[in-house]
């Protein structure tokens, strides 16, 4: 038996559906925008026609024009009734200013994803085995140390460290730091400017994060900053280590356990572990709250799933699968007894500061 649809409903449901498909459009826009240096040329310059856009960032007009309709359509860019344009110190904040925003967002933004790591996420789907982080390609560790850059960069001393007892205080006198699942080297590197006395190492199973992280720190000139492609689980026993640092990372590992217990086995008696992880509570009901909760399950499918589940019997803890409960039994299981969480007013993640 038949049931007729509602008309309204239909159409309403496939205006959401639409509203997506616009959502990739923009994020493309974003992504040029920010590889052609159209924000940056337009921060900080007050009010623009389309001609001056494309003379001051050496584009072509007529595409320039095109660009600032849709980022005016979006929001993202002011439109003024004579058909002048004006990035505006907030956007700027947010679209622009890399190097002194904590808001800055455009450097997350891709373009796309490459035809051949689309294929591979749906084969994924029947084998039930993703993508390793090395296979997902540079794109991915690159996008990533974009992405995170900002906060770690500009929140990392100011904010992330003093909530750690002692920490600064040993890192100043010069200490032994590992950052486990380095990426593209912006957090490690940081560390290594700001606390010169301190020996710096990261851990990256991607060859391609790993020469993006070397070529960082040799453009900074530093000298206490080393990297190693290798994984977590691979980290040397010794119990010297001062600090440990996991950001955003557990919870790609097919097995977080082995690294849990590799850092236990490195880390000094009095050392520190920070695990930085996805802000998230396990409850599905609790965590819809989150506006950006789609966007989480997005990644964890195309990126951090994939790798959690690259090798048979992975843990598959996906993008929100470390919650707190579950940070805690992982590391009490690899011996650690100390284990307290931090809200450092980050949207996105909590930080847990974990002991012997």
Same mark, same amino acid.
């Given at each position: 038996?038949?049931?007729?649809?509602?008309?309204?409903?239909?159409?309403?449901?496939?205006?959401?559906?639409?509203?997506?498909?616009?959502?990739?459009?923009?994020?493309?826009?974003?992504?040029?925008?920010?590889?052609?240096?159209?924000?940056?040329?337009?921060?900080?310059?007050?009010?623009?026609?389309?001609?001056?856009?494309?003379?001051?960032?050496?584009?072509?007009?007529?595409?320039?024009?095109?660009?600032?309709?849709?980022?005016?359509?979006?929001?993202?860019?002011?439109?003024?009734?004579?058909?002048?344009?004006?990035?505006?110190?907030?956007?700027?904040?947010?679209?622009?200013?890399?190097?002194?925003?904590?808001?800055?967002?455009?450097?997350?933004?891709?373009?796309?994803?490459?035809?051949?790591?689309?294929?591979?996420?749906?084969?994924?789907?029947?084998?039930?085995?993703?993508?390793?982080?090395?296979?997902?390609?540079?794109?991915?560790?690159?996008?990533?140390?974009?992405?995170?850059?900002?906060?770690?960069?500009?929140?990392?001393?100011?904010?992330?460290?003093?909530?750690?007892?002692?920490?600064?205080?040993?890192?100043?006198?010069?200490?032994?730091?590992?950052?486990?699942?380095?990426?593209?080297?912006?957090?490690?590197?940081? !560390?290594? =400017? /700001?606390?010169?006395? #301190?020996?710096?190492?990261?851990? $990256?199973?991607?060859? *391609? %994060?790993?020469?993006?992280?070397?070529?960082?720190?040799?453009?900074?000139?530093?000298?206490?900053?080393?990297?190693?492609?290798?994984?977590?689980?691979?980290?040397?026993?010794?119990?010297?280590?001062?600090?440990?640092?996991?950001?955003?990372?557990?919870?790609?590992?097919?097995?977080?356990?082995?690294?849990?217990?590799?850092?236990?086995?490195?880390?000094?008696?009095?050392?520190?572990?920070?695990?930085?992880?996805?802000?998230?509570?396990?409850?599905?009901?609790?965590?819809?709250?989150?506006?950006?909760?789609?966007?989480?399950?997005?990644?964890?499918?195309?990126?951090?799933?994939?790798?959690?589940?690259?090798?048979?019997?992975?843990?598959?803890?996906?993008?929100?699968?470390?919650?707190?409960?579950?940070?805690?039994? !992982?590391? =009490? /299981?690899?011996?650690? #007894?100390?284990?307290?969480?931090? $809200?450092?007013?980050? *949207? %996105?993640?909590?930080?847990?500061?974990?002991?012997?």
């Amino acid at each position: 038996m038949s049931t007729e649809l509602d008309p309204q409903a239909v159409k309403m449901f496939g205006f959401k559906v639409w509203t997506y498909k616009m959502g990739e459009q923009v994020s493309l826009m974003v992504y040029l925008g920010d590889t052609l240096g159209l924000y940056k040329t337009m921060s900080s310059r007050g009010v623009m026609t389309s001609h001056e856009v494309a003379a001051a960032a050496d584009l072509h007009e007529r595409f320039v024009r095109e660009w600032l309709l849709g980022q005016a359509a979006a929001g993202l860019i002011d439109r003024h009734d004579d058909g002048s344009f004006e990035l505006t110190d907030v956007q700027s904040a947010v679209l622009a200013d890399e190097e002194n925003s904590i808001n800055f967002a455009a450097g997350a933004f891709r373009g796309g994803v490459d035809s051949t790591v689309l294929h591979k996420i749906a084969d994924s789907f029947r084998t039930g085995v993703g993508m390793t982080y090395q296979e997902q390609g540079p794109n991915a560790a690159a996008g990533l140390a974009r992405m995170t850059g900002p906060w770690s960069r500009l929140a990392l001393t100011s904010t992330v460290l003093p909530a750690l007892a002692g920490v600064e205080d040993k890192l100043d006198a010069g200490a032994l730091v590992v950052d486990v699942g380095c990426g593209g080297g912006v957090m490690l590197t940081t !560390l290594a =400017q /700001a606390f010169p006395n #301190s020996r710096c190492v990261g851990y $990256d199973p991607s060859h *391609a %994060a790993i020469e993006i992280a070397q070529a960082r720190a040799n453009e900074l000139g530093l000298d206490n900053c080393d990297f190693v492609a290798a994984g977590g689980e691979d980290l040397p026993a010794g119990n010297d280590i001062d600090l440990v640092i996991t950001f955003d990372c557990m919870h790609d590992m097919a097995f977080p356990d082995r690294t849990a217990a590799a850092i236990r086995g490195a880390i000094a008696d009095d050392g520190t572990w920070l695990l930085k992880d996805i802000r998230s509570t396990g409850d599905f009901s609790k965590d819809s709250r989150n506006p950006l909760l789609a966007m989480f399950y997005g990644f964890s499918v195309a990126s951090c799933l994939q790798s959690a589940m690259s090798e048979p019997g992975g843990a598959g803890l996906g993008t929100l699968g470390l919650h707190a409960g579950v940070a805690q039994e !992982l590391t =009490q /299981a690899a011996g650690f #007894s100390q284990f307290t969480t931090h $809200d450092l007013d980050d *949207a %996105a993640n909590l930080y847990y500061e974990v002991r012997v």
